[in-house]
């Protein structure tokens, strides 16, 4: 059966910090990979998603950006965080044509 | 463009009674999905039910079921016999077929009261 893994839990950095969010999915092969953000009481922004191997599409211009180096694992990063970067931030999978999202539990990052 | 609206911010429920949540939507695209997803406090997000814009029947999943209309452009998803390990945000997506995104909507909390 298929799983995604997301580290870590909870994140709290100071502001001008970098960042590395990683996320690997198991038991599948090529999926569709997705990086959510979600503000407090809000719904789910889509920042990046990628259909491949170094294939990243980013949907929100801003100071995050993301990459798969490997075909199950993808990665969101930023150089010097925010603090408007706080959030929840969730990786999600999916299989390719019109098929649910696979979400992984989530990081709850503060920036201070 | 394509969009997904959820009016109801909060909603509340007397245990095994049915609720509807509403969820409207719209694309020019002739393909699509639409997907209800429910988010309990701890943040994960768990994939409810699913129904493609050419299904000829509306998508049933346990005591999850979707309430199709596509000429007024809605998904509303009707909860019954709702139980207190319920309660939670419920949020609609779309799925255009021209994008591998999945948009989503404000959500809607929904309270189940004993």
């Known amino acids: 059966s298929q799983t995604i893994h997301q580290w870590p839990a909870t994140l709290v950095q100071p502001v001008g910090s970098p960042l590395s969010l990683e996320c690997t999915v198991e038991?599948?092969?090529?999926?569709?990979l997705y990086w959510y953000r979600q503000a407090a009481g809000r719904g789910l922004q889509l920042l990046f998603y990628?259909?491949?191997?170094?294939?990243i599409s980013s949907e929100v211009p801003q100071n995050l950006s993301a990459s798969r180096p490997q075909d199950r694992q993808f990665i969101l990063s930023s150089k010097k965080l925010l603090l408007s970067d706080s959030g929840f931030y969730l990786c999600?999978?999916?299989?390719?044509?019109?098929?649910?999202?696979?979400f992984g539990n989530g990081t709850r990052l503060t920036v201070t | 463009a394509q969009k997904i609206t959820q009016t109801q911010p909060g909603m509340f429920v007397q245990e095994k009674e049915a609720v509807t949540l509403d969820c409207t939507y719209d694309?020019?695209?002739?393909?699509?999905?639409l997907f209800w997803y429910k988010q309990p406090s701890s943040g994960e997000m768990i994939f409810l039910i699913y129904?493609?814009?050419?299904?000829?029947q509306n998508a049933t999943e346990g005591r999850y079921s979707l309430n199709f209309q596509k000429a007024r452009k809605s998904a509303n998803l009707v909860i019954s016999a709702s139980q207190l390990g319920d309660s939670a945000m419920y949020f609609c997506?779309?799925?255009?077929?021209?994008?591998?995104?999945?948009?989503f909507g404000s959500g809607t909390r929904l309270l189940v009261r004993p």
């Open positions: 999600a999978w999916s299989n390719q044509g019109n098929s649910p999202l696979h």
């Open positions: 038991g599948t092969s090529n999926p569709n």
């Open positions: 990628s259909v491949g191997i170094g294939q």
């Open positions: 694309t020019s695209d002739p393909s699509y999905g």
């Open positions: 129904q493609g814009s050419y299904d000829q």
């Open positions: 997506a779309l799925a255009p077929d021209s994008s591998y995104k999945l948009i």
